[in-house]
């Protein structure tokens, strides 16, 4: 069974930065499978946000490149999502996934607020 844990729930004001990071389950062959964050807002459907291949790839959604980097520890089997100047558009419960070939392993998801 495949466990995967996100970091705690953020609340930050307009233009500021918070840190996602997501645990997967040891025994789990992470450097072998492609990791994403997807969230999904009040009322909308849930959207890819970024992904990051085996070899470090990224490709990023558009409204959040340039502010949103995803990154992952091979060794720790972690991955992050560093957000930078965030908008309230941004407000919405963040997932992180790990595709594998036997179908993808989601996490219970944690809420991003950005506020004034």
């Known amino acids: 069974q495949v466990h995967i844990v996100e970091s705690a729930s953020g609340s930050v004001q307009p233009g500021g930065s918070l840190n996602l990071s997501c645990v997967v389950s040891?025994?789990?062959?992470?450097?072998?499978?492609?990791m994403a964050w997807y969230r999904q807002a009040p009322g909308k459907e849930r959207e890819l946000v970024a992904t990051?291949?085996?070899?470090?790839?990224?490709k990023y959604e558009d409204s959040v490149k340039g502010r949103f980097t995803i990154s992952r520890d091979n060794a720790m089997n972690t991955v992050h999502l560093q957000m930078n100047s965030l908008k309230p558009d941004d407000t919405a419960v963040y997932y992180c996934?790990?595709?594998?070939?036997?179908?993808?392993?989601w996490g219970q998801g944690t809420q991003v607020t950005v506020s004034s």
């Open positions: 040891a025994g789990f062959t992470f450097s072998r499978y492609t």
């Open positions: 996934c790990a595709r594998t070939t036997g179908g993808d392993y």
């Open positions: 990051i291949n085996v070899l470090g790839v990224t």
